[in-house]
């Protein structure tokens, strides 16, 4: 599978099965944590959506009209909720919602022009109050922090490149050492998985 250097000319369908394959796989390793009381939000549901995460993300994405830099931002959205807020645990009960608020936010964010919350609503499968509380609540786990610069947003497209394939990864980038805060969930669950 060939992946442009830069995230701008990056297809859209590659993009979505990266960041699903980083999902599936911390959705499950997060599914062993056992829940408690004070680790449920708003964003849990009272059990895993039928639809996979991949169907759901497609769905968003074909029918909110999406781009690039969007779609990253779930995982720069990810790594934003995992440094400021430890207890939110993505998993099989939080993920739909999450893409969802985050493609919602991120569209808002990164768009000229973005769809309004009843279409992401009804695209979702919720209806518009809910995933107006659920943006509200996502606003304060990333503290009203939607914006990203175009090298942050290259830097975790690279990372997400990497972690299918480094000697791919290798062959096609010269990898930039520039750090941007703390290691990122891509890395992370890079490290992670190669030592279980």
Not at 36 to 45: A, M, Q
Not at 49 to 76: A, G, Q
């Amino acid at each position: 599978m060939y992946f442009p250097e830069r995230f701008e000319d990056a297809d859209l369908t590659q993009l979505q099965l990266l960041i699903v394959n980083l999902l599936n796989r911390l959705v499950l390793h997060n599914d062993r944590i056992p829940i408690k009381f004070h680790h449920l939000s708003r964003f849990h549901s009272r059990s895993p959506p039928s639809i996979t995460i991949s169907n759901y993300l497609e769905r968003i994405v074909k029918y909110s009209n999406v781009t690039t830099s969007t779609v990253l931002c779930i995982v720069i959205y990810l790594d934003r909720v995992c440094s400021l807020q430890p207890d939110f645990i993505i998993s099989s009960l939080t993920i739909h919602r999450f893409l969802l608020v985050s493609i919602t936010c991120g569209s808002k964010a990164f768009c000229d022009s973005f769809l309004p919350n009843r279409l992401y609503a009804k695209v979702g499968g919720l209806d518009v109050e809910e995933l107006g509380i659920l943006e509200f609540e996502f606003l304060k786990l990333i503290d009203w922090n939607l914006s990203a610069s175009i090298e942050v947003i290259q830097q975790y497209y690279t990372s997400l490149i990497k972690q299918i394939s480094p000697d791919y990864y290798s062959s096609i980038i010269t990898y930039s050492s520039t750090s941007i805060g703390p290691p990122s969930v891509v890395q992370r669950m890079n490290t992670e998985f190669a030592t279980s």
